[in-house]
Structures are given as structure tokens and as C-alpha cells.
């Protein structure tokens, strides 16, 4: 099983557009600084699978026949933004396996094209081939799942969007063993926001989970300069996600 952040940013991404600051400035000079929205490849037994689609170019990096599926966690725009250009494609369709969100996003519902939608139930783990997968609810504005993926004795669980986690989420990850834990991480320790994590609220999370290594997604500008000040005070298990860096095998 293998893991690649696609996208590590949060909707805003990184530079931050019409920000004039320093660290704006260093990021806007170097394109592998940049951050996309949050979003995923995990490759089991040849197969490849996206959670989430904020690609807006997901039809020229996955051509037709290539991708297996996609695991969304939610429908705010910058999760599947992606989708509104796939789905006018032609041939094979993309499972795509979502929570139970009747709004969607924009008209996704209506006029699906080659994505086939598969509503998936909290808690309910279901199989594709020797991959398990266990949809876990989040705290977010909208119906949100995390994932837990588990193949060969390995645990790689994918938690954004949330603001904390629900006690029966928190107590089925913590009879877990869990290899990789990739958690939206928003903020600096000072800044309280009602759907995402700061950074505090991942340290304690990883603390309580205890997996062997915790990866920071969905970084927002300000986490962001402070981590290019502070990444150092991180615990050795904690690192702060890229884009296009593969965080498993490590």
C-alpha cells in the first residue's frame, strides 16, 4: 500500500493569492512550495484510487482506464472541484464512494456522466478486492467521512475535514494500529475555527490515536509561515505534508 498527498493545502492554497508577504513571496519563486487542495493517492495491488478530486486536472493525470475510483470525504467545492470536467468524459465509468450527502455539490447529482455514485454508511467497512475500507464520520459543516484503509496488516487512516473527532470515531481508531494518520491540520495553535483542527488539536489527537507517524494536510497560511519558522518543535513522529510527497511508505 502507497501513499501520495497530491494536494496538501487548504482551499485557499498556498501562495496565498494577493498576499504580499515574505513568505508569499519565497513560495510564489518556488513552485514545490506550492499547495493544492487537500487530496490523495493510495495504490494497493496495482490499482489507484483518489481520495478526494480538488485536481482540476485529474482527466490529464489519470487518463481513461487508469483510475479505479475515488474516495470523497465531503462535497465542498475545493474536495471535488475535480469532478465537474471528469464527468463529461466517455467509456468507463469511476466508482465514486461518498458520504450520504443529498445536496452534493452543484448540479454532480444530476448530470453524473461516467461517475457512479456509491453512498456509503458510517461505520460500515466494505472491501474492493483485498482493500478494507471503514468510512469514519467527521466534525464538519457538511456530511464528511474519514477513511480507514487497511491491507496486509497495514493501517493508513485519512482524516479531513474535522474539528476534533466523534467519540465512536476516536474510539475505533484507538483499538487501532495505525501505521500512517494524514489529518487536516489548518491552523496555528492560536487561531480556534469551528470546522478544522489547529495545530494543538492534531498534537493531542496523535497523542490519543498513537499512531507511528502523523502527517499534516490541509495547511493554511498561517500554519503554513509558522511552520517555516517552527517545524522544528514538532514531535519526531509529526511532519508537515508536501505536494507530490509520498508519506507511505516513508
Avoid at 8 to 28: D, F, R, W
Avoid at 235 to 241: F, L, Q
Avoid at 243 to 250: A, E, K, Q
Wanted: some cysteine.
Amino acid at each position: 500500500m502507497r501513499l501520495t498527498l497530491l494536494g496538501s493545502g487548504n482551499a485557499a492554497g498556498m501562495p496565498l493569492y494577493g498576499c504580499v508577504c515574505e513568505h508569499c513571496q519565497t513560495i510564489k519563486d518556488n513552485e514545490d512550495l506550492h499547495r493544492g487542495p487537500a487530496c490523495a493517492l493510495i495504490e494497493v495491488d496495482n490499482k489507484k484510487y483518489l481520495i478526494d478530486a480538488g485536481l482540476m486536472d485529474i482527466t490529464r493525470q489519470y487518463p481513461s482506464g487508469t483510475l479505479d475510483g475515488i474516495f470523497l470525504t465531503h462535497f465542498h467545492p475545493d474536495h471535488v472541484q475535480g469532478l465537474f470536467h471528469l464527468r463529461w468524459g466517455i467509456g468507463q465509468s469511476v466508482p465514486v464512494y461518498c458520504p450520504p450527502d443529498k445536496q452534493g455539490c452543484g448540479d454532480l447529482f444530476n448530470y453524473s456522466g461516467i461517475l457512479d455514485f456509491q453512498e456509503q454508511r458510517k461505520f460500515e467497512s466494505f472491501s474492493l478486492d483485498f482493500l478494507r475500507i471503514t468510512p469514519l464520520p467527521l466534525i464538519h459543516s457538511k456530511v464528511t467521512f474519514g477513511y480507514q484503509f487497511e491491507y496486509q496488516n497495514q493501517c493508513i487512516v485519512y482524516l479531513t475535514d474535522t474539528k476534533g473527532l466523534p467519540p465512536k470515531t476516536q474510539s475505533i481508531l484507538e483499538a487501532s494500529s495505525i501505521d500512517l494518520l494524514v489529518i487536516d491540520t489548518s491552523f496555528p495553535t492560536n487561531i480556534e475555527n469551528s470546522g478544522h483542527n489547529n495545530l494543538s488539536e492534531t498534537l493531542q489527537i496523535h497523542q490519543q490515536l498513537k499512531p507511528k507517524r502523523t502527517v499534516l494536510t490541509h495547511i493554511g497560511h498561517d500554519l503554513d509561515v509558522w511552520l517555516s519558522q517552527h517545524s522544528d518543535n514538532l514531535p519526531e513522529s509529526v511532519i508537515t505534508g508536501h505536494d507530490n510527497f509520498t508519506v507511505y511508505p516513508y
